[in-house]
């Protein structure tokens, strides 16, 4: 009786361990092919390519704060600690604090130590193909204070013909104003004040003809980003196509400063009449950096109501990327 019982246990035990196996193998073989599929499905949407907001453009003094904070803490970790020199990490740490101390609202410093942080997050960036500022940080140069005074120098006047200086205070007395300026000068026009006011001046004329100086600007900041890939573009315009038509990446892109669901089916029939006509392989869908996130994320569910279609909804600060990784693929 008690032979018969071990007995009875050992091929009980076997039975049980080779489920077990069966089941393992199973588990593997199913990750494996969840893995091999999300890979070769995966689309360039927002969420993978997505950074901050406040790490690429300024929309008002509490994104300087949460950028400087940010640097502060990938500074100080201790993955970083022997990135920086010791007396060029407390120089940028003591420079933050003063900046903590004096308050970030209407402070000139902090808005020229967070516009030339973004300067350095676009190196960084570029070196590492991405970046992450829990595992990588900017380079903190020894003459820190110097560059900031002179970058506040440089965008905050220029020099007239007649010798004599016109300054930012004087054109733009409103501090809040003069910061939203400084960050517009820095973003589209590599620092120039003068191609700034041209810019301005060329947008209340466009506005009077009766196009949206927004809606060209955001057309514009996607134009330049594809140029400087040295790829063509094809504006078409045209009521039922896209914006912009990339023929080398099969991109159709289409730029939208404000998205509302009463314009959302005529939409999907441009998306939709755009893939027949022009056989594009990627449609990117692009809205402004400041929209609100509900707004944005709502919209990201057209990626998987027609995903039939390689759409990617992106903000504008996400293009650059967003082409990077499709020139990457091809």
């Not at 790490?55 to 300087?64: A, S, T, V």
């Not at 517009?184 to 620092?191: A, F, S, T």
């Not at 998205?259 to 869908?285: F, H, M, P, V």
């Amino acid at each position: 009786m008690k032979e018969n019982l071990n007995t009875f246990i050992r091929i009980m035990f076997w039975t049980v361990n080779e489920k077990l196996q069966s089941i393992k193998k199973k588990v593997i073989l199913k990750s494996s092919h969840n893995d091999s599929s999300s890979f070769n499905m995966r689309k360039l949407t927002a969420s993978s390519l997505a950074t901050p907001i406040f790490h690429r453009r300024r929309r008002d003094w509490r994104d300087d704060q949460y950028l400087i904070e940010d640097c502060v803490r990938s500074i100080s970790s201790e993955k970083n600690k022997d990135t920086n020199d010791k007396q060029n990490k407390k120089l940028f740490l003591d420079l933050a604090y003063e900046i903590e101390s004096a308050g970030y609202q209407s402070n000139t410093t902090a808005l020229h130590l967070a516009m030339w942080i973004r300067e350095q997050l676009v190196i960084l960036g570029a070196k590492h193909g991405g970046y992450d500022l829990r595992v990588h940080t900017i380079s903190i140069p020894s003459n820190l204070n110097e560059i900031i005074l002179k970058k506040e120098k440089e965008l905050s006047s220029f020099q007239l013909q007649n010798g004599n200086q016109l300054s930012l205070k004087h054109l733009f007395p409103d501090p809040e104003i003069r910061s939203f300026a400084l960050e517009r000068i820095q973003l589209l026009h590599k620092g120039s004040l003068l191609a700034y006011l041209s810019s301005l001046v060329s947008s209340e004329r466009d506005s009077l003809d009766g196009e949206s100086a927004t809606i060209m600007d955001l057309i514009h900041i996607c134009e330049e980003k594809i140029k400087r890939r040295g790829l063509k573009i094809s504006s078409t315009f045209q009521a039922n196509e896209v914006d912009m038509w990339v023929p080398s990446l099969k991109l159709g892109v289409e730029v939208r400063d404000a998205l509302s669901t009463d314009n959302r089916q005529e939409l999907i029939e441009l998306i939709e009449n755009t893939i027949r006509s022009k056989r594009a392989k990627y449609i990117a869908l692009v809205c402004p950096d400041d929209l609100s996130d509900l707004i944005f994320h709502k919209w990201r569910e057209l990626e998987k109501e027609l995903s039939s279609i390689n759409l990617s909804v992106l903000r504008i600060g996400d293009f650059g990327n967003y082409l990077d990784k499709l020139l990457g693929q091809n």
